[in-house]
């Protein structure tokens, strides 16, 4: 990595003194180091046996109290949790950074799932807004319907939803995929900047407004494109790509993807090369 | 940020005051300085209750001032002489707290409004509803409260409306509390989560055209907006689909009448709405555990998609 400091090409931004920042941060010059891979210790993990199961009634908990019980079932080994009775509260099964089978049996409110990073998450009812917000890894699956801002700016892994999501579906995502079964609402896919949507039903308006980059699929009709969404060809290698996504997913085996639409960025709204420092545009 | 909640059960009725103030409550955190009830309840549909304040509860913000209660009788003596004077007779009076009342009036005429400009004349009263089966309650505080307060619990019905109030565009006072009444048809009333950016182009609109504002509140231009259009003859239905552009801004809206229900959202979805629907219930708000207040075993939800409109008969 190079040493920040000494980078003295100018980007045009910093010529005309937009940006003056030096980035020095110990974030920005400490990395991991492989020899010390041993004492690495990443907070928050246990090591669970997924054959170990428990169920867990939340029916008369709130939801900071489910999270701790989550978390203190995972220290104690359990890879299997079923969360009883969730009845639509808000932010339950959340920060798990860990691998681990959680089944909601009912459904969630908003910001459920949010902040994961490894778990495989089945829900058996509905969520609400936000779900799987922020999303680092992992596989989250919901039988039902899903709110608003589904997926909001996930950087990795599967988002999966059987049933109809709400507007703004992966808004600002940065990677991972997003596959809705039924129809999704207005801005989906709204500043994206990395990832894939797959929609095999229909779409509102403004499809991909205002994207950066990363790809959308649609099987239905779109309600409108939005700002520098544009067509792009579906080639063989996307088609076969959906072929296996939606497999995996199982979600829509007998899907005919080759008569879906592959939107993109057209990348004429660009303009943060100019603006923004090169070391944060790598970082995103 | 406020919460909204609605329900109707077609083919019955039902405890609606006592599921309606379950709903709001569970969507508490959503703003608790005012909590109100639209409340259709089963009548014999031959007098009009009339639902009024001669007076504030004033809170924060508010531009209302607090006055003795010697006020409000006199100003309660106006009303009842202004009533005789236009034939109305007063069949069941309640006044359940020193400002706020309840009256059911025989009056056989159908057109309210020269009946609201000639009690609304009298300075300090409002009426919050005019209907046959209509009864919109508002006050300070959360739903238990209110619904306490004003006896709510055992009120039987086949539909209501209401708001969990976080005040941000006006004072916290029941002038500026939901639902509105449609004025001046009887009836309709409103709730609303949402901020509306031409409020005032349309109310300049409105009051030119001989409509009636009684507060600062966005969310009354809907009320009167809609009860505009349907004086000029269009339906609910319509009214509300026009809605979707002569107003700007985001929102979700709910508005009853005496035998149906409707939802609105607009076209950009920014306000949050869950809804449950059966053949023999409907159930919204602003998040699931509303609905699960009255419906606790698991049940199909889902959002309605922007720019929707949805309307539901008894």
Redesign the interface.
Known sequence: MANLKNVTKKTKAQAMGMHTEVLTGRTQQKFFNPDEAENFYYFGTYDVDFNKRTDLDVKDMTAADANKEIDNLMSQGYGTIVIKNP????SIGVGILNKLNLIF???L??FGIGSCDGPTVRI???V??SCAENLMAGKVVIE?????CFGAAIRGGDLICK??????TGIDMKGGTIIIGG?A???TGFMMQRGRIIILGDV??NLGDSMYDGTIFVGGEIGSYGSDAVDAELTKSDQDWLKRKLKVAEIGENFDVSKMKKIVAGKKLWNYDNLEPTEKKGAI | MCGIAGLIHRGKSSKVGHELQGMLQALKHRGEDSTGYALYGDTDGKNFIMRFKVGENVGEGSTSVAEDVSVYDERKKMVDSSLSEMGAKIVKEERTLPYSLRYEIDYDKKDLLEFSQRIESIPGVEILSMGKSLEVIKDLGNAKMVCDRYNLDKLVGTHAIGHARMATESGVDIKSAHPFWGYPFSDVSVVHNGQLTNYWNNRRALENKGMRFMSECDSELIAVYLAEKMRDGASLEEGMKESLTGLDGVFTYFVATKDSLGMAKD????K?L?LYESDDLVAMGS???A??SIL?Q??????P???EVKVWQI
């Open positions: 009845q639509g509260k808000h049996e009912g459904s409110g908003y058996n009812g509905r609400g807004w039902k319907n899903a709110g608003s049933g109809s999501v709400g507007a703004r129809d609402g207005a801005f509102g308006i | 076209t950009m979805a920014a949050p869950v998040e699931e555990i609905i699960r606790p698991e049940i199909d939800t889902y959002d998609f922007d720019g």
